[in-house]
T-cell receptor, first 113, second 118 residues
Framework: GEDVEQSLFLSVREGDSSVINCTYT??????LYWYKQEPGAGLQLLTY?????DMKQDQRLTVLLNKKDKHLSLRIADTQTGDSAIYFC?????????????FGTGTRLLVSP | EAGVTQSPTHLIKTRGQQATLRCSPI?????VYWYQQALGLGLQFLLW???????NRGNFPPRFSGRQFPNYSSELNVNALELEDSALYLC?????????????????FGAGTRLSVL
């Protein structure tokens, strides 16, 4: 079945690293995505990783994938107040032709000065 | 390059009415997806259109329908509105073609239409 889980809330101080975690259940080859949603806005794609990769780094963002445990994490280095938003993990299973996105509940990140 | 655009930004309707939401994909993208983000229910896949055809739909009643026009823009129609249809409706577009890998499997989202049913 399809199920993506995330913790609901994370609070960090400006300058610290943030780590947002996600678990998924689909075992087929899949794309995994991180989207950011600011208040009143749509979804902004941050980064993505294919399930044959272990890690992907993009500037302040590092994605780690543990395929065995079906665990995905997003690390934001030097977190800024502008990073405060809701972060969604999503998977796109191969059996859907990578067409459908299944989203987690979202993690609300609060960055305090 | 313009991103995915949605209109209207906000829509207020009363129960029983019909709502029409519009989406223009990124130029060159042929697939359009609709998602519902309702309070407490998260983001749910609604519909997928490609080359003018409905390709897949999520677990939503037939009151939710839509179409895709020859220019790849799309409309989402919600008939017989119910209070629980109040949500943010997000449209995404994607460049189809090619195997797994790279930007061709990315869905890019618009800012959404907030539908309020009173």
């Amino acid at each position: 079945g399809e199920d993506v889980e995330q913790s609901l809330f994370l609070s960090v101080r400006e300058g610290d690293s943030s780590v947002i975690n996600c678990t998924y259940t689909d075992s087929s080859s899949t794309y995994l995505y991180w989207y950011k949603q600011e208040p009143g806005a749509g979804l902004q794609l941050l980064t993505y990783i294919f399930s044959n990769m272990d890690m992907k780094q993009d500037q302040r963002l590092t994605v780690l994938l543990n395929k065995k445990d079906k665990h995905l994490s997003l690390r934001i280095a030097d977190t800024q107040t502008g990073d405060s938003a809701i972060y969604f993990c999503a998977e796109s299973p191969s059996y859907t032709g990578f067409q459908k996105l299944v989203f987690g509940t979202g993690t609300r990140l609060l960055v305090s000065p | 390059e313009a991103g995915v655009t949605q209109s209207p930004t906000h829509l207020i309707k009363t129960r029983g009415q019909q709502a029409t939401l519009r989406c223009s994909p990124i130029s060159g993208h042929t697939s359009v997806y609709w998602y519902q983000q309702a309070l407490g229910l998260g983001l749910q896949f609604l519909l997928w259109y490609d080359e003018g055809e409905e390709r897949n739909r999520g677990n939503f009643p037939p009151r939710f329908s839509g179409r895709q026009f020859p220019n790849y823009s799309s409309e989402l129609n919600v008939n017989a509105l119910e209070l629980e249809d109040s949500a943010l409706y997000l449209c995404a577009s994607r460049l189809q073609g090619g195997g797994p890998g790279g930007a061709k499997n990315i869905q890019y989202f618009g800012a959404g239409t907030r539908l309020s049913v009173l």
